[in-house]
């Protein structure tokens, strides 16, 4: 395996573990407990960031280097628009999980309880183009 489909494993499993990350901290919402629910999606806020940092932005520029436009129209298309979406997630994940930790009440976050069910599908669906990218790369 080369050093860039590494890269790719690493990031794929980063993934897996902020899904399970979300997803307790789906249950956590579910279960009102809005505080734990906050703290778990900053963790995975956190672990998006240093993911792109140290992971998905080097790949991505590695891809970049080695000729986007040579590859097949395909796999140029799903990293468009996983990069895309997967961009948005991160700023937005961190603009609502810093402003969270920001305030001393809830209600304020509570109030974004609709941009937050955009994001989560936001990056759910980054979150699928990005396997979907791994599996045309590395397996099929």
């Known amino acids: 395996m080369d050093i860039v489909g590494l890269i790719a494993f690493l990031s794929l499993i980063v993934q897996i573990i902020t899904l399970s990350i979300v997803i307790s901290g789906y249950i956590m919402k579910r279960r009102l407990k809005f505080r734990e629910h906050g703290t778990l999606m900053l963790v995975a806020v956190i672990m998006q960031f240093f993911s792109f940092l140290l992971i998905m932005g080097p790949a991505f520029f590695i891809i970049i280097a080695n000729g986007f436009a040579q590859r097949p129209i395909l796999l140029s298309t799903v990293t468009l628009f996983h990069a ?45 183009l990005g396997i979907t990218l791994y599996m045309l790369t590395y397996i099929i």
């Open 84 to 128: 895309g979406l997967g961009g948005v997630s991160l700023a937005a994940g961190i603009w609502i999980a810093g402003s969270w930790h920001l305030q001393t009440s809830i209600i304020k976050c509570i109030q974004k309880r609709h941009i937050m069910r955009y994001l989560i599908v936001t990056w759910i669906l980054a979150l699928i």
